[in-house]
């Protein structure tokens, strides 16, 4: 059989405005913060970075790393079941169980692969996954991969998750949801789908990468804002490249979950454990999270003065009081329009596209981080308004 040539493909998919680029980001002018960036040689101010707490640059990290580096190397050389796991790894997983008020955590090298690895130990052949129909890409691989039936309710919808739940035939082993979105910013109804999952025997699974480390009065995450627990809430997975500014992910639970997926979770089991200078530079991000709450507090009122700025300028809002702001466009080509719009001014925001959002909810996703300042947010939503307004004019938004 002849191969498919990929021309056509390519062409097919630059014509419908998807086709995806990347920027080389040559430089971080300021330590400390990514809140201006050097792109293609251009300096713009970052408003599409998930750094919420601007500690990717802090200069504690890139310290905490390098004496790391130099007394354990660059590398692990093993998987955590070889001889990959270290000190710092085990330190990092007793203070993340800690932070979170559990009796055990367990490092991933990322979010996708935590995903991949409790969904799957938890649920198999002859069970069945539910999932929110707006969860990240590696909780719906995770449920494919599974084995198990694979299914999803509306977004938000926990009504419609307990109805699905009840009438489950076969039985739900999981169901998973995002704590906060990642293209939405909205946060999922936790405390009744926790209800839900626990009246019908199911392990709630709860993605909160971008809520840990936000949100909550200590921010332990979107199920500190609900109140909930391990009881009601026995898998928790966070990452540590948002908030915490490093690298990977980590699944909180019990004890025995723990054990579970150290012989279960095939995305644990057969990688190479992460590198011990990143964790070590986690241990630190995570101090200065406990230590310096200014910062959680400025990125949620810069969070706010956004939202207020953009209602008197007429920028259309979603649901969110996250540091994620999107702003939905309607069309593939419309987002890019405003994207580049942006960059003229000075502003680095990306144009969110299908597949990642259903095609005809394209959006600019504008994320908010302590490292901004309140002259920025404000020149952004001045440029916003005035790109929408040329884009209208143009071609109108959907």
């Known amino acids: 059989m002849k191969r498919q040539p990929l021309e056509p493909v390519l062409e097919e998919i630059e014509r419908q405005h998807l086709r995806r680029r990347r920027a080389t980001v040559q430089d971080y002018p300021h330590k400390g913060s990514h809140a201006q960036v050097m792109v293609d040689g251009c300096r713009l101010v970052d408003f599409s970075s998930n750094d919420y707490l601007g ?4 200069p504690a990290l890139a310290e905490a790393m390098a004496a790391c580096a130099r007394h354990y190397g660059a590398g692990s050389g093993a998987s955590h079941l070889i001889s990959g796991h ?9 203070e993340l169980a800690a932070f979170t008020g559990r009796q055990r955590a367990l490092l991933f090298s990322t979010g996708y692969m935590a995903n ?13 996954v539910l999932l929110d129909r707006l969860s990240h890409a590696s909780l719906i691989d995770a449920g494919l991969l599974s084995g198990a039936r694979f299914r999803r309710y509306p977004h938000c ?20 949801t995002d704590g906060v979105f990642s293209m939405d910013g909205d946060v999922a109804p936790l405390t009744e789908l926790a ?43 966070g990452t540590l490249g948002k908030a915490f500014g490093s690298f990977g992910a980590f699944v909180a639970a019990t004890a025995e979950l723990i054990e579970l997926l150290i012989q279960r979770a095939r995305s644990y089991i057969y990688t190479t ?33 956004f939202r207020a700025a953009a209602q008197r300028a007429g ?11 999107p702003i939905p466009l309607g069309s593939a080509q419309a987002a890019l329009a405003a994207q580049h719009a942006l960059r003229e001014a000075g502003f680095w925001v990306i144009a969110i596209r299908s597949p990642t959002v259903p095609a005809g909810a394209e959006r600019l996703r504008i994320t ?3 490292g901004h300042e309140e002259s920025q947010v404000d020149a952004l939503v001045g440029a916003l308004a005035e790109a929408l307004s040329r884009i209208r004019a143009s071609s109108p938004i959907p």
């Not at 500690?55 to 802090?58: C, D, G, N, V």
């Not at 392990?203 to 332990?220: E, F, K, M, S």
């Open 315 to 325: 920028v259309p809002l979603a649901d969110s009081v996250t540091p994620i702001q």
């Open 195 to 237: 209800e839900a999952a626990r009246a019908h025997g199911a392990w709630l699974v709860v993605d909160d990468a971008h809520g840990i480390g936000v949100l909550g009065a200590n921010g332990r995450g979107a199920l500190e804002g609900a109140g909930l627990g391990c009881e009601e809430v026995p898998a928790l997975v």
């Open 116 to 128: 991949l690895g409790v969904v799957t130990a938890l649920s198999g052949r002859g069970e069945s």
């Open 55 to 58: 500690l990717a640059a802090h």
């Open 86 to 94: 270290g000190h710092e790894h085990a330190a990092l997983e007793e």
């Open 368 to 370: 908010l981080t302590a």
């Open 157 to 176: 919808d926990a009504a419609a998750a307990r109805r699905l739940l009840a009438g489950s035939t076969p039985q739900t082993a999981v169901l998973a």
């Open 273 to 305: 454990a992460l590198p011990q200078p990143v964790a070590a530079a986690t241990r630190a991000a995570l101090r200065i999270a406990r230590e310096e709450t200014w910062r959680r507090e400025r990125v949620l009122a810069l969070t706010a003065r």
